[in-house]
């Protein structure tokens, strides 16, 4: 008997599943562009095995390759392979952190977090919701109100020219530690530049993903947005270690610090 299916998923499945070149694309779940070395160290590889991988998932059209001289510099093909493999890990088992750095980083990622080109993690999900509740975002999250593109033209966010390119303007993407959406689209990837350029956020280095909140960020997250990230951020060992309770993280919200909108209320 023949199986009958519309679209031959089996080879695209078996790429991704095997376990280095699943470590490759995570990495590449940063948005940014890796050379084949970078990649091994952060698989666990020899740079000649992880060139192979490379080799294969470039023929899948899962990555693409930028030259620049003799370098070569590998990074995720589309929006839409870094949003299969978000999707992925969203119905996927969580991989318990063992030891004090693994749960700093697990944490890390958790709290904030780029998924592809789009900000995740606790900062995207309540960005998300706080520009639902504030009424920028409508119909589920399906539309930009024109109170919200008002409200993004201070960040410097052109949303005319967004809306002459190919992709959607805005559309809501499952967080996988979060369980609930975050803002992906030319939107969310607009906000996420527009973040890293005013230093609101910063690459946490040795982790591909995982970002930090700045204390800029902190004041202009609140100023812009009513974000207060202050809660969720693990300023000490026992915290960092605290915040995995059962395999899952737990927000923490240290007792002695005032609250960043206080803070902010104060200046």
């Known amino acids: 008997m023949t199986a009958s299916y519309d679209a031959d998923v089996a080879p695209i499945a078996g790429l991704i599943g095997e376990p280095t070149r699943a470590a490759i694309l995570s990495a590449l779940m940063s948005g940014t562009a890796y050379a084949a070395g970078e990649l091994a160290r952060h698989a666990g590889v020899s740079p000649a095995t992880a060139s192979s991988h490379l080799a294969r998932l470039l023929d899948g059209g899962l990555v693409t390759v930028e030259k620049q001289g003799r370098h070569r510099y590998y990074r995720l093909s589309s929006s839409s392979v870094a949003a299969v493999l978000e999707d992925l890990a969203h119905i996927s088992p969580r991989v318990a952190p063992v030891g004090l750095r693994q749960v700093r980083a697990s944490e890390a990622l958790r709290r904030a ?3 592809y ?3 995740a993690g606790w900062a995207g999900v309540a960005l998300y919701q706080s520009l639902v509740d504030k009424g920028w975002l409508s119909d589920g999250g399906a539309t930009l109100t024109r109170s919200g593109e008002a409200a993004l033209e201070p960040l410097g966010i052109e949303i005319q020219r967004l ?3 190919r992709r959607p303007l805005v559309r809501s993407c499952l967080d996988w530690t ?3 959406p975050h803002l992906a689209g030319a939107v969310g990837a607009a906000l996420l530049t527009s973040a890293l350029d005013r ?3 910063r690459q946490i280095p040795g982790q ?3 970002l930090r ?3 800029e960020g902190e004041y202009g997250l609140a100023a812009a947005f009513g974000l207060d990230p202050a809660g969720f951020s693990a300023e000490s060992p026992g915290e960092a270690a605290g915040a995995v309770v059962g395999g899952r993280s737990a927000a923490i919200a240290p ?3 005032p609250s960043l909108s206080d803070r902010v209320a104060a200046r």
């Open 255 to 257: 007792a002695h610090r």
């Open 163 to 165: 809306r002459r390119g």
């Open 117 to 119: 080109d789009h900000l």
């Open 178 to 180: 979060e369980r609930r």
């Open 213 to 215: 909140i700045t204390e």
């Open 208 to 210: 591909p993903r995982a």
């Open 113 to 115: 977090r780029s998924c």
């Open 199 to 201: 230093q609101w956020l």
